[in-house]
Every structure is written in structure tokens, then in C-alpha cells.
């Protein structure tokens, strides 16, 4: 890529300037940017040829003011070609430095990818979430293995980032951590942002992530239908801890709620909503997205369930939820009980909300994206692309329309 570079000397009168010799300086534009320095010499200006940039006259003095200006002129072009050559960041501040013989340090990855990550942490609450903190933590770490693994160092200056590093370090991702595919893009994405960060300020000059692709694979949520959902709701458990699991999901499934958020809720959240019933107002942990949803009897039934149970009363909560790990575990062995031949996870009761519970009952699209907290409509529309079921239904309308 091109870069707009320019030389100019020029006169530089100092403050209260009367009459006098005035120094001569010199000033280097890179992409609309200056750096300036002091030639040592000046020159009277009635003597100077402001368009060439050069003293006037055929005496001595002027001739050797001249050659000396070429001079300075050529190791500025020397010093630009060198960074050219060496692929290192070309800025005004860049040419100067290395025309004074000053070498600058570069930034090394993880001094960047760890300053990104601590700012991340003082904002933890103020417009990021936990666990988007600890993904940044988690990339961090894969990327100082990736370079022990593939170079043999502990870290690496930003401008030796190349697109080859990009390749190898998504191979290593999925060949060496097992990464998944989606998984695998995840944390190059995250690696894309401190990349942008060392662009941005000018660290690297080219963008190693130019013609690399990232390819999302669409991942079919798993979701309850409405016969496997009756199943579950009418199952009786050997075991209280088995019946608080399966009331804890069922809650997600009639209010669309993720394990985070439904851990999370007091009674200060529960609301009398614009049709005089009782509502759920709270952010989402993950978006910050206001969601609103008005709460089903299933629901309801579950928060009295519970209302009185030790752990609410002692934690202020509205239901007592055991941890996620306990949880998901809980809810394979619940599955089996009922006869459910699908990968069961706290997570599937947000589809199934989204789904057999809304969707499949006629909820509009963008009143289903709303209780769910999605920032985006093309978000929920991923649960529709599923729906077969509600697909048949519609097409079954159709026909009967066209008997008419």
C-alpha cells in the first residue's frame, strides 16, 4: 500500500523576531502527519527560495548551505527507504528516529494483547461481561503457547505478525487444542481486535488479516419439542435434587433466560407489566440488553415453588440455581429418565423458549428477539431456519386457502 510521503525545509522565525539570520528546519509529512527537526544552520530570508527550499545566490555561502541541505536530504530518503525495505511502520516519527540513529523498541504481542486484557478487566461491569474477560485471557494464553509451539519464544515483536502467523495459529488451534471450528474463529477474532489496536497506533504497517477468511459454521440449536417438554414437566424424580434441577430449566424454558441471568434474579426484578401481570425486567449479563418477559404460569408456579426454600430466603435469590456444572450434569442424567435421546445443556432451554414455546405458538419474530435480549433481529431469525414444524404448519394454511 501506498503512503503519501513528503520533504519540505522551510524558515522557522523564532518568537518577537525582528531582523537576523532565521534557523532553518526541516519537516517530514507521512499520510497527512508531521515530525519536524532543526537543520543547525539558518539563513537570512530575504536569501531563501521558500518554493525550493534552498538559499539563494552562486556565493560560497549559499552553495555550501545548499549541498549541506541536499545532504540532509538524502539520508531522510535513505532513512524512508530502509523502513520500506525492513516492512517496519512508516510514520513521520518513524523516518525522523531513524535519520537521528535513534532505533525505537517495538511493541511485543503480549505487552499489547496483556494491556488490552487489563483494560477489559477495570471495565468488567461498565460494558463487559465477565466471560468476555476470561475468553481474552483464554486467547492470551493460546497465543503465548502458539508461539513457544510454532517459533520457540516467549513472545514476538507486533511487526513480525504476518499472514503466515494467522494460518499456522488457527492450525494450531484445531490441531493441537482440539478447537472446534467455531471455537477456533472465536479466538482468532479476539486476536483480530489487538491486531487493530497495534494498526491503529501505528505499530504495523500492513494488516497481516488481509485475505484470510473466517468461516462461521451454522451450529443447529438443540431444543425440546412440545411432547418431550410435557415429558419433562410431568416426570417424578427419585431425588429432590434431580426435581430442583429439571424446575430450574423449565423456568429458562417458559422465560428464555440464560443460566447467568436466571442465577441472578431477585425479587426486584419482578414487575407489574403494562397488562397489569407480572413481568421480568433485568439486563442480559452478556449484551447489557434490557429484556422484558412477561412470566408464563409455569413460571410463576416455580418462583412460588421455591419462595420459601432456605438458600432464597438466605441469598436474597429468587430460586435457589446450583451451580452450571451441576446443572448440565444433572440434566444429562434427566434426560435419560425421560427418555430424551437429545445432547441436553442448561443452554437448550433458551431455544426451547425461542422455539416450541413462542415461535411454534405464533409470537411474532421481533416480540420473541426482544424477551430474549438479542441486540439483533438476524440473531433470532437463526431459530426460525429450523423450524420444519412451523414450516409444515404454514404451508398447510396455504393449501387450505387454495381448496377455496
Given at each position: 500500500m501506498s503512503i503519501n510521503f513528503s520533504l519540505l525545509f522551510y524558515l522557522k522565525k523564532p518568537k518577537n523576531y525582528q531582523i537576523g539570520p532565521v534557523p532553518i528546519y526541516l519537516r517530514v509529512t507521512v499520510a497527512g502527519k508531521r515530525a519536524e527537526l532543526t537543520t543547525s544552520r539558518s539563513v537570512e530570508p530575504e536569501r531563501w527560495i521558500s518554493s525550493a527550499g534552498r538559499a539563494m545566490g552562486t556565493k560560497a555561502t549559499a552553495k555550501s548551505l545548499n549541498i549541506y541541505l541536499?545532504?540532509?536530504?538524502a539520508k531522510v530518503y535513505e532513512a524512508h527507504r530502509q523502513l520500506v525495505e525492513a516492512g517496519l511502520p512508516l510514520t513521520a516519527e518513524a523516518i525522523k528516529n531513524r535519520f537521528l540513529g535513534k532505533?525505537?523498541?517495538g511493541r511485543t504481542l503480549l505487552e499489547v494483547f496483556s494491556e488490552h486484557n487489563s483494560k477489559v478487566e477495570a471495565l468488567v461491569g461498565d460494558g463487559f461481561a465477565p466471560g468476555t474477560l476470561e475468553r481474552y485471557i483464554t486467547s492470551l494464553r493460546h497465543t503465548q503457547e502458539f508461539m513457544k509451539w510454532k517459533y520457540g519464544v516467549e513472545d514476538m515483536e507486533v511487526r513480525e505478525i504476518n499472514h503466515a502467523f494467522i494460518t499456522d495459529f488457527e492450525f494450531y488451534l484445531r490441531s493441537v487444542r482440539k478447537c472446534s471450528n467455531n471455537t477456533a474463529v472465536k479466538y482468532i477474532k479476539n486476536f483480530g481486535k489487538i491486531i487493530r489496536i497495534c494498526q491503529a497506533n501505528g505499530w504495523i504497517s500492513s494488516n497481516p488479516f488481509a485475505n484470510y477468511k473466517l468461516k462461521?459454521?451454522?451450529?443447529?440449536?438443540?431444543?425440546?419439542?412440545?411432547?418431550?417438554?410435557?415429558?419433562?414437566?410431568?416426570?417424578?424424580?427419585?431425588?429432590?435434587?434431580?426435581?430442583?434441577?429439571?424446575?430450574?430449566?423449565?423456568?429458562?424454558?417458559?422465560?428464555?433466560?440464560?443460566?447467568?441471568?436466571?442465577?441472578?434474579?431477585?425479587?426486584?426484578d419482578l414487575h407489574k407489566g403494562i397488562d397489569g401481570e407480572q413481568w421480568i425486567y433485568r439486563k442480559r449479563q452478556k449484551t447489557d440488553t434490557p429484556s422484558r418477559i412477561p412470566l408464563l404460569p409455569t413460571a410463576l408456579h416455580i418462583i412460588d415453588k421455591y419462595s420459601q426454600h432456605p438458600q432464597c430466603l438466605h441469598e436474597g435469590r429468587l430460586l435457589p440455581v446450583p451451580s452450571n456444572q451441576k446443572m448440565n450434569a444433572y440434566l444429562k442424567e434427566i434426560a435419560d429418565l425421560c427418555g430424551i435421546q437429545k445432547q441436553m445443556t442448561f443452554h437448550n432451554a433458551r431455544h426451547t423458549f425461542a422455539t416450541t414455546v413462542t415461535l411454534l405458538n405464533g409470537v411474532p419474530m421481533e416480540s420473541v428477539s426482544k424477551m430474549l435480549g438479542h441486540t439483533n433481529l438476524r440473531t433470532t431469525q437463526h431459530y426460525a431456519k429450523i423450524l420444519d414444524v412451523k414450516v409444515g404448519e404454514d404451508m398447510q394454511k396455504l393449501r387450505e386457502r387454495l381448496k377455496l
Open positions: 541536499d545532504n540532509l536530504q532505533v525505537e523498541k462461521v459454521k451454522t451450529v443447529e440449536r438443540v431444543f425440546l419439542s412440545e411432547e418431550e417438554l410435557q415429558r419433562l414437566a410431568e416426570k417424578e424424580f427419585p431425588t429432590e435434587r434431580l426435581a430442583l434441577v429439571r424446575d430450574i430449566f423449565l423456568f429458562s424454558c417458559f422465560t428464555g433466560l440464560a443460566y447467568v441471568d436466571v442465577k441472578q434474579l431477585r425479587h426486584f
